[in-house]
T-cell receptor
Framework: GQQVMQIPQYQHVQEGEDFTTYCNSS?????IQWYKQRPGGHPVFLIQ???SGEVKKQKRLTFQFGEAKKNSSLHITATQTTDVGTYFC??????????????WGAGTKLIIKP | KAGVTQTPRYLIKTRGQQVTLSCSPI?????VSWYQQTPGQGLQFLFE???????NKGNFPGRFSGRQFSNSRSEMNVSTLELGDSALYLC?????????????????FGPGTRLTVL
């Protein structure tokens, strides 16, 4: 079936270092969404990317959608303790066999080293 | 607007029992999706309902079922509980954006129901 692979599973960084998580879909997506789940919380929507090659920024967060609309990345500059959590990507498939299903990556857990 | 609510928040059951979880979406949202999340795991999609119809289904056994009512509230049921069913069950509602995928179809998650099977 269709999959969205997300790597890495975990990333340990010192506060102030950068963080990047990558998602790669087995098929072309109509859009991709990013969510953040704080420890003990529930996923919260961050952003949606729709266009090929789209880049969006939210303060220290930069989101990219690949030209082929199959991959995406989230980059955080100069991490802070408030960035701790698990970041999920979720790709919306194109209508067809999958009927616009939202396929979730496994998430990348951002851990700030003390 | 009130957020997505889920009841109960915590539940303890024993193997072989069945359980029903409830989800009330944000007012005006017609799509409800259910997810299972186990420690260290990602979000495993269970099913999605839209206008009382199941629109998508994940790879879970038939013991997991759901339904949606005319007011968009949704329930999921797990029969013959197994130890491995212990998890956080999340529901998410969204405004239908499926007809036009370029519209934001943000998933708004509830706080979840934590199910423990003993």
């Amino acid at each position: 079936g269709q999959q969205v692979m997300q790597i890495p599973q975990y990333q340990h960084v010192q506060e102030g270092e950068d963080f990047t998580t990558y998602c790669n879909s087995s098929t072309t997506l109509s859009n991709i969404q990013w969510y953040k789940q704080r420890p003990g919380g529930h996923p919260v929507f961050l952003i949606q990317l729709v266009k090929s090659g789209e880049v969006k920024k939210q303060k220290r967060l930069t989101f990219q959608f690949g030209e082929a609309k199959k991959n995406s990345s989230l980059h955080i500059t100069a991490t802070q303790t408030t960035d701790v959590g698990t970041y999920f990507c979720a790709g919306r498939t194109i209508k067809g066999d999958s009927n616009y299903q939202l396929i979730w990556g496994a998430g990348t857990k951002l851990i700030i080293k003390p | 607007k009130a957020g997505v609510t889920q009841t109960p928040r915590y539940l303890i059951k024993t193997r072989g029992q069945q359980v029903t979880l409830s989800c009330s979406p944000i007012s005006g949202h017609r799509s409800v999706s259910w997810y299972q999340q186990t420690p260290g795991q990602g979000l495993q999609f269970l099913f999605e309902y839209f206008s009382e119809t199941q629109r998508n289904k994940g790879n879970f056994p038939g013991r997991f079922s759901g339904r949606q009512f005319s007011n968009s509230r949704s329930e999921m049921n797990v029969s013959t509980l197994e130890l491995g069913d212990s998890a956080l069950y999340l529901c998410a509602s969204s405004y239908p954006g499926r007809a036009n995928p370029s519209r934001t179809d943000t998933q708004y998650f509830g706080p979840g129901t934590r199910l423990t099977v003993l």
